[in-house]
């Protein structure tokens, strides 16, 4: 087998960890509040410095990289990437590289079919049969 296939394959792995990854960086940011924000009996249960709250599934927690108004570039940066990986990821599934993510866009190996050659037809001849 083409052993440009298995570097696609791995190629479409590590965008796939890097993209997690970076979707499950951008979450807390997205979720959090600043400290000041949120109610007393909540800012009091935080520990001293905490500057953002994040709340996950109700349960508040202190999250220590900060609310998203003072890190604007840092998370747009990450949302640039995850958007580029994810049209790679896209691009090398409709161009046939890799992992065939759609049934259509599955490899077909050489020697399958003789060039110019396609299947004839038969579901006109199945519909006069009846």
């Not at 909540?42 to 994040?54: D, E, H, K, L």
């Not at 349960?59 to 580029?84: D, I, N, Q, R, T």
């Not at 990821?89 to 759609?102: D, H, S």
């Not at 038969?122 to 006069?128: A, G, N, Q, T, V």
Request: hydrophobic content about 45%; charged content about 20%; proline content about 7%.
């Amino acid at each position: 087998m083409d052993t440009s296939t298995y570097r696609w394959h791995a190629v479409q792995i590590a965008i796939f960890i890097v993209a997690m990854w970076l979707f499950l960086n951008i979450v807390p940011y997205l979720a959090s509040a600043p400290i000041a924000e949120v109610p007393a009996e909540i800012s009091a249960q935080m520990p001293n410095g905490c500057p953002s709250v994040f709340t996950n599934h109700t349960k508040y927690s202190c999250f220590w990289g900060g609310p998203l108004s003072e890190h604007k570039v840092k998370v747009g940066v990450m949302v640039s990437a995850l958007l580029l990986l994810w049209g790679l990821f896209i691009f090398t599934a409709l161009t046939r590289r890799g992992f065939p993510i759609l049934k259509w866009a599955r490899r077909r190996t050489r020697g399958d079919e003789p060039s110019g050659a396609t299947r004839p037809n038969k579901s006109l001849e199945r519909m006069r049969e009846r």
